[in-house]
């Protein structure tokens, strides 16, 4: 099993606090996000699943899979659910130079506005890995940088579904930015903790709130 961190310790969102990692609130909300979508049918699980608890979230989104899946992108859209900008072609930043990762942002842009009239500005890096030069331009463009405060690591198929939700409930607070993915890799956890995550907040007076 690969050791992550699970917890966003308040040293490093001090060291960067041009990034979002949190969102404090006096209402008890919370942010789930969901990256690496649309993915057709687990897309659509994810939603009936918020749709169940009336909890609205965030999906950041992959350029490519908006192009390839635009019907289930829709859906997300008419379902009330904010979107954000996760690059086409889920780029590695500290691997990619500057010029090509803000174009590739540009292309998730591109793809997004011929399916909505709405200003997309959040951003997350896959990876969280982003280089000081190329959040500087984004942020230059408009977008937020969103982080998170909790990591569920449903990615990660070395993990038990149980640990994966311990992830969650262990480390939420109000104001939480949580991050799962709607991704195939991710579904076997997904599936065992989306439900339970959700059922736990709504019985702690937690409400699911989106990012804007």
Known sequence: ??????????????????????????????????????????????????????????????????????????????????????TFNHLNGWKTNTKDYIENAK????????????????????????????SKILRRMGYKIIMWDVLSVDFDITITPEQCLENVLQNVKSGSIIVFHDSVKAFANLEYVLPRTLEFLEQKGFVCAKLN
């Open 1 to 86: 099993m690969k050791l992550h961190w699970v917890k966003t310790h308040w040293t490093i969102k001090k060291l960067f606090s041009n990034y979002v990692w949190d969102v404090p609130n006096m209402e008890n909300k919370v942010y789930l996000t969901f990256d690496d979508g649309p993915t057709p049918e687990i897309t659509q699980w994810t939603l009936n699943q918020l749709k169940n608890y009336n909890a609205k979230a965030t999906f950041f989104c992959i350029g490519d899979n908006v192009r390839k899946y635009p019907e289930t992108f829709e859906e997300v859209v008419k379902e009330g659910h904010s979107i954000g900008n996760h």
């Open 107 to 134: 292309l998730f842009e591109k793809e997004y506005g011929k399916l909505s009239t709405e200003t997309c500005k959040l951003f997350r890096s896959p990876y969280g890995k982003i280089k000081p030069s190329q």
